[in-house]
């Protein structure tokens, strides 16, 4: 029997956090069980077979005989056994997981107490989320921050991969296009990047983007540009800042970056849409 385990360094990640994390390589006839975890713990089957044994919300108990390709969720303070099979016994791979965000991430997908048993239908998502999980399994040395994110995408693929995944609904894509707005509505007057604010949601640059364009209409930097110009927009209209001042409070020091920035935007020059739409010139 060979295994890999690892314990997660750091429990500060209040939303979505890790607990443990490995692979497995059973013996036949291998058990865990009867056991009661305190957080959620998800098992995806790499191959083999074995059973799974778990106890419903209703304290039913239920078996179920499940194969490579398949998985099962554990809830915590869930009754549950598992066993490998006597002839071919399965391997896989295993995450422990829970935060604020977790219960509701995990709705989308109808896994619960009462349907723990994972049947993926979508398999290009399925491999997504195999090898996401086996990114975390292989990868323990990583920065813990590289490591949430990685689990943020198994989360998301996950949703996708089951038969009740629909995109209107996906709420844990929704959570991390509200922590990146929120991290820009913070920190648009510092020199922020497209980088920093896929990393403020736990995320890589590249899969940011395409879901944020995806939700919102607009790339990220796009975006940074058109909340900063309207920020800029409203002190010229309501203060008596210079040009070069209202630039370094959205996050331009250079006052000719400004300026080109914001006419790209408005079409005319910040002392231009000044002059036309201060609040003193109305009154």
């Known amino acids: 029997m060979a295994?890999?385990?690892?314990?997660?360094?750091?429990?500060?990640?209040?939303?979505?956090?890790?607990?443990q994390?490995?692979?497995?390589?059973c013996a036949p006839a291998h058990s865990f069980g009867p056991a009661i975890r305190n957080h959620y713990l998800f098992h995806y089957i790499l191959g083999g077979k074995g059973t799974f044994m778990w106890q419903d919300g209703n304290g039913r108990n239920h078996t179920a005989t499940l194969k490579a390709g398949q998985g099962f969720l554990i809830s915590p303070r869930q009754i549950t056994t598992y066993v490998a099979d006597e002839r071919i016994p399965w391997e896989y791979c295993w995450l422990e997981f829970d935060g604020l965000r977790a219960k509701e991430s995990l709705e989308i997908?109808?896994?619960s107490v009462n349907q723990p048993v994972y049947n993926p239908v979508h398999r290009e998502f399925e491999a997504v989320m195999r090898d996401e999980m086996l990114y975390i399994v292989h990868?323990?040395?990583?920065?813990?921050?590289?490591?949430?994110?990685?689990?943020?995408?198994?989360?998301?693929a996950l949703t996708r991969s089951v038969r009740d995944y629909r995109p209107s609904t996906d709420k844990v894509k929704d959570f991390y296009i509200k922590e990146a707005l929120a991290y820009i509505e913070h920190n648009y007057m510092n020199d922020i990047t497209v980088e920093n604010i896929a990393e403020s949601s736990g995320l890589n640059r590249s899969y940011f983007g395409k879901i944020f364009k995806e939700s919102v209409g607009r790339s990220p930097q796009e975006f940074l540009i058109s909340y900063r110009m309207?920020?800029?927009a409203e002190l010229l209209k309501l203060t008596s800042y210079s040009i070069n001042e209202i630039g370094c409070a959205v996050g331009y020091p250079n006052q000719l970056h400004f300026s080109r920035a914001f006419k790209n935007v408005y079409g005319v020059s910040p002392r231009k849409w000044r002059s036309e739409n201060a609040i003193d010139k109305k009154t």
């Not at 994390?21 to 390589?25: C, I, S, V």
């Not at 990868?139 to 998301?156: C, S, V």
């Open 3 to 19: 295994q890999d385990f690892s314990i997660f360094p750091n429990m500060n990640f209040v939303d979505l956090g890790l607990y």
């Open 21 to 25: 994390f490995g692979r497995e390589d």
């Open 109 to 111: 997908t109808g896994l």
């Open 139 to 156: 990868n323990k040395k990583e920065a813990p921050l590289h490591l949430i994110g990685h689990l943020y995408i198994f989360i998301d």
């Open 230 to 232: 309207i920020k800029a």
